[in-house]
Structure formats: structure tokens, C-alpha cells
């Protein structure tokens, strides 16, 4: 992948190669890789220079997926989301988590027809004063 041009072989570089993570699904057609869903788990956290988010034993999130622009909207996205969070859960694993932006219709409809509901929110914290600093907390759903 990191030969690849573009979004793809950038995410590997980043990932693959400067930090370790080789944790990935991709959808191929007729040859041509057309997205790319990366999977961290509690280890795959610890590899990041900034933890963002803490996973704990059991759980992996789903993160940075990407599709080709000219195969969005075809449903590679959801398929792929979908044989991962399988994949996922047949190894083990009890919760699958994604997260998105709020504004991101794209995403919501894609995790949507893959059969993921709706956890809750993230809510990301830093402080001012001290720069280094930084948290989260999830809030569930009711």
C-alpha cells in the first residue's frame, strides 16, 4: 500500500510505516484497491504519538476509513464496515466503535447500512494552560 498514490498510500505510510500499525481491511476491485478501513485496538493506541481515545480489553474501533472518490456511494463503505465488524467479533472482540463527525452524513449513512447503531458521543478536552494535556469521556446513549 505504500506505493499506492494519493489518500491510500499516505494512510500507509503514516500508519504502516512510521508507527507499526498494520491492523487494516481493504476492498479490492478487478485488482484495484478501492477502500481502506484501519483497525485499532488497545495496542494499536499505544502506538500513537497522542492518545486520543483508550479502548479497553475486548474493544477495537474502526478509524480513518477511506473510499476512492470515484467508488463513493456504491456501498463499498458499508460492505467493508461490515465484513470487518464481523471479522472483528468472530476473533473475540465484544464492541466495535466508530466515530465521526457530527456533520458527516456520508459516514452516519454508510455505519448505518452496515448494521452499527448509535453508542453515544465522544466528548475530546485539552487543557490550555497545560498544552500536553489532554482527555475524553464517552457518553452513552440512552
Known amino acids: 500500500m505504500r506505493s499506492l498514490p494519493g489518500r491510500l498510500g499516505e494512510q500507509a505510510n503514516l500508519y504502516y510505516v ?16 478501492v477502500h481502506v478501513s484501519w483497525v485499532f485496538t488497545k ?13 479497553n480489553a475486548g474493544e477495537a474501533e474502526l478509524v480513518n476509513c477511506w473510499t476512492e472518490p470515484d467508488y463513493r456511494g456504491k456501498g ?20 466495535v466503535y466508530m466515530a465521526i463527525e457530527r456533520d458527516n452524513q456520508a459516514s452516519r449513512s454508510g455505519i448505518v447500512k452496515a448494521g452499527l447503531k448509535p453508542y453515544g458521543r465522544t466528548h475530546h478536552f485539552f487543557s490550555p494552560l497545560l498544552k500536553s494535556w489532554r482527555g475524553w469521556y464517552r457518553v452513552v446513549a440512552t
Not at 512510521?18 to 484497491?33: P, Q, S, T
Not at 502506538?47 to 481515545?53: D, H, L, M, R
Open 76 to 95: 463499498f463503505y458499508p460492505m467493508t464496515i461490515c465484513v470487518a465488524s464481523k471479522e472483528l467479533f468472530d476473533n473475540g472482540f465484544d464492541r
Open 18 to 33: 512510521k508507527r507499526g500499525i498494520d491492523n487494516a481491511y481493504g476492498l479490492f476491485l478487478d485488482g484495484k484497491l
Open 43 to 55: 495496542d494499536e493506541y499505544t502506538k500513537q504519538p497522542v492518545e486520543s481515545f483508550r479502548l
